[in-house]
């Protein structure tokens, strides 16, 4: 066989040796460019991953804050409920200790003719509450 059924159609030995080399060097320093970029882009990608890294502890970091502070919020409520369930049975015993005390003193103005009577009710306010004061053989809870 002869040099020329070896080398590629249409082309001598020469060119092809050259073309070859130059079509050689492109492929390497694309695959340089390919490596590079790759590089690049690993990096990127890692930069992203620790910021997220550490958005993920901010965010259980803040997350702990929140639910320690709901937590505290939620017994305050539990003690404030508690609290008011106290104050409301002791309001209820306190009306009915007024109730009963009025009652034994309609039955002494019955028998003495006297006035006397404690008022269940502030007319100022239109509700029970406030300090106590005696005026003209009244008992009355009412002004500041």
């Known amino acids: ?12 030995g ?4 050259v073309g070859t080399v130059a079509a ?4 390497e320093k694309r695959r340089l460019s390919n490596r590079e970029s790759a590089r690049r882009s690993r990096l990127r990608k890692q930069q992203h991953l620790d910021e997220l890294m550490q958005e993920v502890a901010r965010l259980q970091a803040e ?8 937590n505290d ?3 305050q409520y539990v003690r404030v409920e508690q609290e008011n369930t106290v104050l409301r049975a002791r309001a209820a015993e306190l009306g009915d ?5 009025n009652e034994v003193l309609r039955v002494v103005e019955d ?3 006297v006035a006397m009577d404690i008022q269940e009710e502030c007319p100022a306010r239109g509700r029970a509450g406030g300090p106590l004061h005696v005026a003209r053989s009244r008992i009355q809870k009412c002004r500041k």
């Open 1 to 12: 066989m002869s040099s020329s059924s070896l080398s590629p159609a249409g082309s001598d």
């Open 14 to 17: 020469d060119s092809t040796g």
């Open 24 to 27: 050689d060097h492109r492929r």
């Open 63 to 70: 997350n702990a804050r929140v639910l320690g502070r709901a």
């Open 73 to 75: 919020i939620s017994g």
């Open 97 to 101: 200790r007024l109730r009963s005390v």
């Open 111 to 113: 028998f003495s003719g």
